[in-house]
Each structure stands twice: as structure tokens, then as C-alpha cells.
């Protein structure tokens, strides 16, 4: 079935805000005695910040109540909005400036299909607010992947079947999310190594996009 939209996670796809979050988390769990490293950290890809820092609390020695984790996530949010002030366009990732013209010269749409509530506020900074079709974030949703209430709600505001759907993620989580979906799911980054994902690559500049959208137009 051919691919008519193609939805991108935004945090570790689009640009490397990714790491901004880990930093960011990390200043918190440190502050706490909370062990976290980036083994932890993969398990937060893609889900939502209340979540993240249920996961970075399993580990923690005492209890904390439901006050001091909206404490806790606001901290983290304060911290990761400042870190965001240095954001350029340079932090875009590589290839994805070059698979967006390529798509859009090939009629495809593109959205955002995103867990963060920051979504937008990112997209402006790094010039890519007006790239997109649809931008589907934290704020328009109420599970966080691996429910695919984003993607459903990205290809449902495009009018295009799931079955015409491709989503580019960095994060398990997300690529479940796709699959959920009934979506065609591409893994770059640490979902790469995800075997549940349809096609796998490091980043965008090394997947061979027009051999996957071909491909995919010719099967049923
Ligand atoms: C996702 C990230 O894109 O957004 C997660 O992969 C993050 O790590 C989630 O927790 C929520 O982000 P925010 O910006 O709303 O805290
Ligand atoms: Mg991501």
C-alpha cells in the first residue's frame, strides 16, 4: 500500500532534544540520591513526563507523595525549558531537512506525532514550525505512547488511513505506539535495534527513503 503520510516523533528524530531531557532528569535524580543513567533513560523515551518520573522513582529509597512528584516534574520542565533556550537549527538531526523537501516534493504529507507538551515551543526554535501539516503533541492527547492515541489522532486530522501511514521513531515505546496504530513503522536512533520495527537505520541521512516509499507501493 502506497505511503501517504509520513509522521515523525519529534524528541531524538527531528532534533536532539532528546539529550536535553536526559540532562535534565539526571539534575533531578542526582539532587534526590536517585540512581539514573542512560540505561534508565532509554525506558523514557516517548513517554510522557509524569511517567518518565514514575520510572525514575522505582528506584528511589523512600516514598514520595502525589505533591512532591508535580514538584518534582515541574523542576524538571523549569530545568529542561531553560536548556532549550540554547536550541538552534543546528541541532536538527541529520537528514531530516533533506527527507522532508523530498517528501513534499512527492505529494506526501508530514506531521508531528509527539508526547511532549513542548512540541511546539521546539519547533519554533529551530524554524521548523511551518513544516508540517499537523502537529499532534502532549497537549492534544491523553495516553502516551506505546498507546497509539497520537498517531490515530495525526492520521485521522490528515484524512489518511493508518494502513497509509509511516512513523519515524527513536523510542520503543513509539514504535509499539505505530504498530498499535496499524501504522509502517521506521526505527532510527535507539529504536534501530528495536526488531519490531519495519525498516531500522541509524538516522534519516542513512535511510534510503525513496527504496521504503517505493517498496512500500508495491506490496498489498
Ligand atoms: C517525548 C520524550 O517526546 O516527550 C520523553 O521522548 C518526554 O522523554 C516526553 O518525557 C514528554 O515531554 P515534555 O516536553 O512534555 O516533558
Ligand atoms: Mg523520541
Given at each position: ?101 523530498s517528501l513534499k516534493a512527492r505529494g506526501i504529507k508530514v506531521a508531528i506525532g509527539s508526547s511532549s ?31 497509539p492515541e497520537v498517531f490515530s489522532l495525526g492520521a485521522e486530522r490528515l484524512g489518511i488511513s493508518p494502513?497509509?501511514c509511516l512513523v519515524v521513531e527513536d523510542a520503543e515505546a513509539g514504535i509499539d505506539a505505530a504498530l ?41
Amino acid at each position: 500500500m502506497s505511503i501517504r503520510a509520513v509522521i515523525f516523533d519529534l524528541d531524538g528524530v527531528i532534533v536532539s532534544t532528546d539529550e536535553y531531557h536526559f540532562h535534565a532528569w539526571k539534575m533531578i535524580a542526582d539532587r534526590e540520591g536517585i540512581p539514573f543513567d542512560r540505561t534508565t533513560n532509554e525506558a523514557l523515551r516517548g513517554v510522557s513526563r509524569m511517567e518518565s518520573l514514575e520510572i525514575i522513582l522505582r528506584k528511589a529509597t523512600r516514598a514520595y507523595s502525589p505533591g512532591e512528584k508535580k514538584e518534582l516534574a515541574e523542576q524538571k520542565n523549569n530545568f529542561y525549558r531553560e536548556s532549550l533556550n540554547d536550541l538552534t537549527p543546528g541541532e536538527i538531526l541529520p537528514g531530516v531537512l533533506d527527507v522532508l523537501a523530498s517528501l513534499k516534493a512527492r505529494g506526501i504529507k508530514v506531521a508531528i506525532g509527539s508526547s511532549s507538551r513542548n512540541a511546539k515551543a521546539i519547533l519554533s526554535k529551530i524554524g521548523l514550525d511551518k513544516s508540517f501539516d499537523e502537529i499532534v503533541d502532549g497537549t492534544d492527547i491523553s495516553r502516551s505512547k506505546p498507546d497509539p492515541e497520537v498517531f490515530s489522532l495525526g492520521a485521522e486530522r490528515l484524512g489518511i488511513s493508518p494502513e497509509e501511514c509511516l512513523v519515524v521513531e527513536d523510542a520503543e515505546a513509539g514504535i509499539d505506539a505505530a504498530l498499535a496504530a496499524g501504522m509502517r513503522a521506521l526505527g532510527v536512533g535507539s529504536a534501530a535495534q528495536y526488531p519490531k520495527s519495519h525498516y531500522a537505520y541509524p538516522d534519516l541521512e542513512a535511510t534510503p527513503l525513496d527504496e521504503i516509499l517505493n517498496r512500500e507501493a508495491t506490496t498489498d
